[in-house]
């Protein structure tokens, strides 16, 4: 009767962790890249409240920050105890800083969400041990019980303090994941799973927080070397990969919002990123959530028009569920992709194009 009981109980705490919340349609946010640390210089008692960054992300109808954990910049020497965040090998200031700025942002409804985004292999973790190609590349898939101990650091120290957490970024393209095939056969799919699931497992312990597959991009066609985005999504169902949501990066490889070809999906046409979704993962109503999108222009250039009408549209789409802008302000990484210029963050009169395709004039 006790083991019985054991059981039932056991089984019930398991089905209220599947019980995940899912953010609403239509939430849309921002990365907390260097721009938007730096917009917050515009809240002082010197300028407008208008200028603000609270006030900048209420006209936007922003609610979610993306904060990056980069595994690589976070514990560039093997920690002795990696399950402890608090191991003298690890340096959360990276991401201290992004969250940082995001607890200094007050909303009507309190502070933005985070959604928190988590990759890159440092050397120490390659499972090729290295061999593989040159040091450095954060892309290169992580040894499995390395990869599980950071994640549980992570949630050791932020826990349930984040709203939502995605796996492995990009994971289609080289750059985000390697290898993406061994002797002509595509793996990183398979490799993703394995990621999402120790994370989950890790991530379970803590919270019910939204475990998010890391964003597919959208490939150049002109590669030989990347995963077209629906040739992935398919390799992921075919694989079983248990995630709360779809991510995707739908950023334009030319900058441009245009239909993609065949083999991508593309931001711009919604109706088919959900259709692939649902073929691929019939029957679940799997979430889309659009975890970084941008299109680059100058300050009087019309052309993020299209992507940011993309963008704004795919959001409302009642499948999607958080919509994450990589920049609110150009940066010295990205330099044309912010709604403001870098010269004067948050200053009404450097908004951009982009920014009155978001907030028309009234």
Known sequence: MVRRLSHLLTA????????VP???????????????QAAQSGNTAAVAPA??????????????????????TIAATQPTNARLP?????????????LAAVRRVVLAQGTPSVLLSIGGTPDWARSDGGVGGAPGDPAWAPKRAAFQNFVAAVVAKYGSSAAAYEIWPSPNVQSGLRPQRLAGRLVAPGLLRVLTRVATTEIR???????????LARTDPASTVDTPSIAFLRAMARTRIQADAIGVRLVPPGGIEVPADAGNLALSDPATIIANVDAYFPNQGKGIWETGYAVGSTASDLAPVAGVAAFKTAAANPRFG????????????????????????????????AWHTWVPPV
């Open 12 to 19: 019930g705490l398991a089905a209220l962790l599947l019980c």
């Open 22 to 36: 899912a953010a609403s349609a239509g939430s849309l946010g921002f990365a907390a890249d260097e721009g938007f």
């Open 51 to 72: 200028q603000t960054l609270d006030a900048a992300l209420t006209t936007l109808g922003a609610t979610w920050v993306r904060v990056d954990v980069r595994w690589n």
């Open 86 to 98: 608090g191991n003298a090998a690890y340096n959360w200031t990276p991401v201290e800083a992004q």
């Open 205 to 215: 312990k803590v919270t019910t927080a939204p475990v998010i597959t890391g964003g």
């Open 322 to 353: 958080v919509s994450i802008w990589n920049n609110l302000v150009d940066t010295a990484a990205a330099p044309t992709s912010g709604l403001y210029s870098a010269s004067t963050p948050l200053d009404n009169t450097t908004q951009k194009p």
